[in-house]
């Protein structure tokens, strides 16, 4: 993944959250032109009591053994959105974004887990996490710590798919403040990747999970907002 396709991708992820933006794009899959309508909806403030952030599928295991990305946050509680569209009753939903602060990125940089090397991928590879139920999950590395010692695995499943939206908050059970937000996944199962958005310094504002709806080459310049 090339420095110049992550900085097109970031300019995709600044107009999907800005509502009533419009786009055509041309989809691999069917070959056929797609529409989308993009809005914005709360999910929930997530509490990260470590500032270890974690993206992964929540069926797998809990993400049992899902190791932090390398950037740390401030330890605090932020709030976590997702840009959909589509029927108000089953929208797809494009991206997730846990944001620090509401003020546009100046960069972005693909999330990194320890050992991952960029400068090893190539123009169209990236490293994210893998999904094969059709949800996504972010929280602290903490509170999957603690979900992973104390909650049974079939418990866990349960209470996540039971009643499941399209977007929710899964707090611990015997924690009053650790929780975690879950959402679909916008193509269901597949290999996603993240991406720090930050200030010219370096400060991190958001992290976003792109689930790929909109395809790479798209170019945000003819969309409109």
């Not at 069926?59 to 709030?79: A, E, K, M, Q």
């Not at 991206?95 to 602060?101: G, M």
């Not at 169209?124 to 602290?140: K, L, S």
Request: proline share 6%; with cysteine.
């Amino acid at each position: 993944m090339t420095p110049e396709a992550v900085d097109r991708r970031g300019r995709v992820f600044e107009l999907l959250y800005r509502d009533g933006c419009t786009c055509v794009v041309d989809d691999p899959r069917t070959n056929r032109k797609q529409r989308f309508n993009f809005r914005t909806q709360f999910v929930c403030d997530v509490y990260f009591p470590s500032g270890k952030v974690v993206a992964c599928d929540p069926t797998d295991g809990l993400c049992f053994g899902t190791t932090p990305f390398t950037r740390t946050i401030p330890r605090g509680t932020y709030s976590v959105y997702v840009s959909v569209s589509g029927p108000a009753r089953r929208p797809k939903v494009m991206s997730a974004k846990l944001e620090r602060d509401s003020i546009a990125p100046d960069k972005w940089e693909l999330a990194l887990r320890p050992k991952q090397n960029i400068k090893r991928l190539k123009k169209r590879e990236f490293f994210g996490f893998g999904v094969d139920a059709g949800m996504a999950a972010v929280g602290d590395h903490e509170t999957f710590q603690i979900t992973n010692s104390k909650h049974d695995r079939d418990q866990w499943w349960e209470s996540i798919v039971d009643g499941w939206k399209t977007h929710q908050e899964w707090s611990v059970p015997s924690s009053k403040r650790h929780n975690i937000a879950m959402f679909a996944s916008g193509l269901g199962d597949g290999h996603y990747p993240s991406f720090w958005g930050t200030t010219k310094r370096g400060r991190v504002l958001c992290l976003v999970i792109d689930f790929c709806v909109i395809p790479w080459d798209s170019d945000p310049a003819g969309w409109l907002c």
